[in-house]
């Protein structure tokens, strides 16, 4: 392909085109009508991939339980990208105290406090403690769309600080969980693959912070716990990933007290889509007007 | 140093056996050190004997028993 794909060109096709709409901070922005009709079609695409799978639906809110967040060591591998809520508990004079350091544009974080709720980091996570107990003998499979949010503030379109994610969650026992992530890995390539995405999968790791963050992200590697199916959205080179595969072996299980019918600690898996990078690639690959997309993709989108 | 190693896998390594039952060559993942674990062995065993880790170090197989942690930090020594 002999197009240049760059940030910059990216972001000001999709805002040109209005499929975003920017509000003045990196890495938030809304939505336009054709880009939401895209990403509902492709989300349709996955429900009907995924219906003989019988997964148990589910929806959150877009922030969890601050337990959750702490309990799931979420804090100890990505300290700069949680998003924890704070508000104001105070009295009058409390109050009044805030309007005028806002009025005179001074800092005023001190007059907040921590609830008990933070963003959600990555859409699965509300799951895990619902299964707390004995699973079913065919273990669990959850399907959910819900928004994460990084704190990862970007000028990349791709890199958004909210987003959402189509997800699958998979608990049980190693036996049944491996193998659906492997069937799944195959399936999402496929999928990408059907939209005339140039697609492929390759081992991953998340971006951990700090010294430390080097070795899990060098121990996920080597365990190959991460997988990711990327495409060229804003570089050749470095191909964005749009579907990420994560086997969490019993970290869930452990942390949440789920157990397998006989007895022994779940391992679980999650696959997530990333609806709004899955868009960017199809406006990337095929230009911003769907209608003059290939057939072939239409075909599959416009069912 | 032997002692020193078990001493702070004691501590942070958040095993599910007494670090005192350890051999060298015991498996430590399969003793229950977790990658988070790990990692605050890492840290501690740098404090402790004044080393850094390169990043080519940083890997599960140099912390993975008291004999191959000993090993890597007779290599930084020296």
Redesign the interface.
Known sequence: MSQTFTSKGLYDALVQAGHIIPVGVKGVFGRGPVFEDVLDRFEQLVSRIAAPDKARKMHFPPCIDRQVLEQSLFLESFPHLGGTIFSFTGDDAGHRELNTRIAQGKPWADLQTMTDVCLTPAACYPVYPTYTGTLPNDGALVDLVGWAFRHEPSDEPTRMMAFRVREFIRLGPSDVVVPWRDLWLQRGLELLLSLGLPAKAEVAADPFFGRGGRMLAANQREQKLKFEVVVPVISHEKPTAVCSFNYHQDKFGSTFGIRTKDGKVAETACLGFGLERVVMALFRTHGMSPGAWPKSVREVLWT | MQDKIRKILKEHGRLAVDAATLTETSDLYQSGM???A???V??ALEGEFDVEFP?NM???SVFESIASITSAINQLKN
């Open positions: 977790t990658s988070h790990s990692v605050n890492m840290l990043d940083l890997k599960r």
